[in-house]
């Protein structure tokens, strides 16, 4: 049986491990975003994409900066690739993190229980993921002209 392109890509998705014992897209896409991977926005699909070669490196969970920077890089791709236009992608870096991790049904409400301390972090992680993509779209402007 011969599968197509396509069929081969959701054959992968579909059996991958994604971290924290999640198999499969669906698993994946409801533990970190609580909802099925149908309704994830570009940003959340980004951010899974880049979890994907290596679930402990890129977990977001544990490394949010880390998470943002990632899918900030995976945006830029898309961009490239022209899947996505700029707008898109900066609209997508520019959206905070929801994750979904309290696994007894409510968001995870975060490590601290100081949520001005963690609004601030994630502002400062959106600022620069936000620098980074303007920074690359201008040197790819510039290299093409």
Same mark, same amino acid.
Request: hydrophobic share 40%.
């Given at each position: 049986?011969?599968?197509?392109?396509?069929?081969?890509?959701?054959?992968?998705?579909?059996?991958?491990?994604?971290?924290?014992?999640?198999?499969?897209?669906? /698993?994946?896409?409801?533990?970190?975003?609580?909802?099925?991977? +149908?309704?994830?926005?570009?940003? #959340?699909? $980004? %951010? @899974? !994409?880049?979890?994907?070669?290596?679930?402990?490196?890129?977990?977001?969970?544990?490394?949010?900066?880390?998470?943002?920077? /990632?899918?900030?890089?995976?945006?830029?791709?898309?961009?490239? +690739?022209?899947?996505?236009?700029? #707008?898109? $992608? %900066? @609209? !997508?870096?520019?959206?905070?993190?929801?994750?979904?991790?309290?696994?007894?049904?409510?968001?995870?409400?975060?490590?601290? /229980?100081?949520?001005?301390?963690?609004?601030?972090?994630?502002?400062?992680?959106?600022?620069?993921?936000?620098?980074?993509?303007?920074?690359?779209?201008?040197?790819?402007?510039?290299?093409?002209?």
């Amino acid at each position: 049986m011969k599968m197509s392109k396509w069929e081969i890509l959701y054959s992968y998705l579909t059996k991958m491990y994604w971290g924290h014992g999640k198999f499969g897209i669906e /698993s994946a896409s409801l533990f970190y975003f609580g909802k099925h991977h +149908s309704l994830l926005n570009v940003g #959340e699909s $980004a %951010l @899974l !994409a880049r979890i994907l070669p290596s679930p402990e490196t890129f977990n977001p969970l544990t490394n949010p900066a880390r998470a943002k920077n /990632s899918q900030a890089r995976v945006l830029r791709r898309m961009v490239a +690739s022209g899947f996505i236009d700029f #707008e898109t $992608a %900066l @609209l !997508a870096v520019s959206q905070p993190l929801y994750l979904h991790t309290d696994q007894s049904g409510g968001a995870n409400k975060g490590p601290s /229980s100081n949520k001005a301390i963690l609004d601030w972090k994630m502002a400062d992680m959106i600022c620069e993921a936000r620098e980074n993509m303007e920074n690359w779209a201008m040197r790819m402007h510039a290299s093409k002209h």
